[in-house]
């Protein structure tokens, strides 16, 4: 399983050549959108997209499965703030959360935002932009 994070999806809606041809010839059953990035897309679309985003944005998210924040997220996204605090590499809190649903299902994670994500222990990170 492959679990996509905003920031791609984001590439996506502004027409980013490589990921638009990536995600279109990417299989639902291969790819998956967390709960999570499913709540970042609703809210950025909401509050500054366009109509036009928006319909494209709320096309996108039903087209892929969603991958829920259940417990097993829970305990992984906990077991990756304290390793990385106990570091002292903090991350945002809504990437610890997608960092702990993708561990959760052993999943890679397509991002940009590899600096962050890199100091997850164990996520395999995948930038579909380089």
Not at 36 to 59: C, D, N, Q, W
Request: no cysteine; glycine share 6%.
């Amino acid at each position: 399983m492959i679990l996509v994070d905003s920031n791609t999806i984001i590439q996506y809606l502004k027409g980013h050549e490589a990921v638009v041809s990536r995600l279109q010839a990417g299989s639902p059953r291969d790819l998956a959108i967390p709960s999570v990035v499913a709540y970042e897309i609703e809210y950025g679309t909401l509050k500054i997209g366009t109509s036009r985003r928006r319909e494209l944005a709320t096309e996108l998210l039903k087209a892929f499965p969603q991958v829920p924040f259940d417990r097993e997220a829970a305990e992984n996204s906990a077991r990756v703030r304290i390793d990385l605090e106990s570091r002292g590499l903090l991350i945002g809190p809504l990437d610890l959360l997608i960092a702990g649903t993708a561990l959760s299902r052993e999943a890679a994670l397509i991002t940009t935002n590899t600096r962050e994500f890199s100091r997850v222990k164990g996520l395999r990170i995948i930038d579909w932009t380089k």
